[in-house]
């Protein structure tokens, strides 16, 4: 095999594909980027065998082929060279041996045979639809915080991607993610072609959900999702990202999302998230909790700790219905706060021990819940 192409282009394709491989493997291929020169291209791929990603960037192919190569260290060498240098990719397979060359600088690397890379085997998808990579990202973006990271409850390890029928009878795309203390549900109207997503969702690993956020990089391009009972596909330009999703059912999510809460506090996310974190300073690591005391446009944000002091600020919001006084983790309203774009952060409460709902202002198409705790 022998390659030629500009360093940026390499880099671009080398950054997003070598993400995925994990530092430490039971198997030495894992650890190995897979290179196939042909048709004027350079192909790069890479799994830790529950996600593949592939991308290809055009090259001057000379002689086609495939070899591996160990991704991070190739990653740092393509990443140290000069911007706008031509790299040559050469493979020796007798001598077990890739040559990087650009101008006067010359590396060998050690190579696997290509033909032991696993590849992630083909799958009949029952879903397949396009939608804007912005809207895309903007879903599991606005979900992830809330996944869970307890491996004993491993389908909370990632986010619920599903159809769902509002209430008004409107099929809806959801993204939903929730650890148990706080959740998060994103909706948009679905593409067409999603309709024939598997009944019950599929639930996307947490690493699957971080690779995404990298690759989805132009908002305006389009996504071609695939989905199966087993697997999940996203085809974005030259990008192709494959991933098994997480087994098991999601839970029914609804039942945790209140519906009567009718004590209605807004305020300034920005100013609010600033006041919580400065209070929160004092608060132990353990519980980081908060109290909220309300009273008629009036909000006061406290923390008693034993071993560190107190804090107290008042901030103006508003807020008309009778006071009342809850807690909450500090990381937990500071996750929502963050989430809110586009005008007020709207609370909804009932009573102390009653979880909380979050809305970004008036924006329907996403909410968020939070469960309080004892202050």
């Known amino acids: 095999m022998k390659a030629i192409l500009e360093r940026g282009a390499l880099l671009k394709a080398l950054s997003h594909v070598q993400s995925v491989v994990e530092r430490r493997q039971t198997m030495p291929i894992l650890a190995h980027v897979l290179l196939r020169a042909e048709d004027g291209r350079l192909t790069l791929a890479a799994t830790d065998l529950g996600i593949e990603a592939v991308e290809s960037a055009a090259a001057q192919v000379e002689t086609p082929g495939g070899a591996t190569a160990p991704a991070q260290t190739l990653h740092e060498i393509i990443r140290k060279l000069p911007d706008?240098?031509?790299i040559s990719l050469?493979?020796?397979?007798?001598a077990a041996r890739l040559e990087i060359v650009a101008g006067r600088s010359r590396f060998e690397l050690a190579t696997l045979p290509d033909a032991d890379f696993p590849r992630m085997a083909a799958a009949e998808y029952a879903a397949r639809f396009v939608m804007k990579a912005g809207a895309l990202k903007r879903m599991l973006d606005k979900a992830k915080f809330a996944m869970s990271s307890d491996e004993s409850r491993y389908y909370l390890n990632g986010v619920y991607l599903h159809l769902a029928q509002t209430e008004g009878g409107v099929r809806r795309l959801r993204a939903v993610a929730?650890?148990?203390h706080r959740l998060a549900r994103i909706e948009a109207d679905p593409p067409e072609g999603a309709e024939a997503m598997p009944a019950k969702g599929v639930i996307l690993p947490r690493k699957t959900v971080t690779e995404l956020g990298k690759l989805l990089e132009d908002a305006e391009a389009e996504v071609e999702v695939s989905v199966s009972e087993d697997k999940v596909r996203f085809a974005c330009g030259p990008v192709v990202l494959t991933s098994l999703v997480v087994e098991g059912d999601f839970p029914d999510y609804?039942?945790?999302?209140p519906r009567h809460n009718d004590k209605r506090l807004h305020a300034d996310p920005k100013l609010l998230a600033a006041a919580v974190d400065r209070v929160a300073t004092v608060a132990t690591d353990k519980t980081n909790a908060v109290k909220l005391t309300l009273e008629e446009d009036k909000l006061t944000l406290s923390v008693i700790s034993p071993d560190n002091g107190s804090a107290a600020e008042e901030l103006l919001v508003g807020y008309g219905a009778?006071?009342?006084?809850?807690g909450f983790n500090a990381r937990y309203l500071l996750d929502i706060l963050g989430q809110i774009e586009k005008g007020d952060a709207a609370f909804f409460l009932a009573d102390p021990n009653a979880p909380m709902l979050a809305r970004d202002g008036e924006d329907e198409s996403a909410l968020y819940v939070v469960m309080p705790m004892r202050v």
């Open 322 to 326: 009778a006071p009342l006084e809850i």
């Open 254 to 257: 609804s039942r945790v999302i």
């Open 178 to 180: 929730t650890d148990g």
């Open 84 to 86: 706008g240098a031509q």
């Open 90 to 94: 050469s493979h020796d397979p007798a």
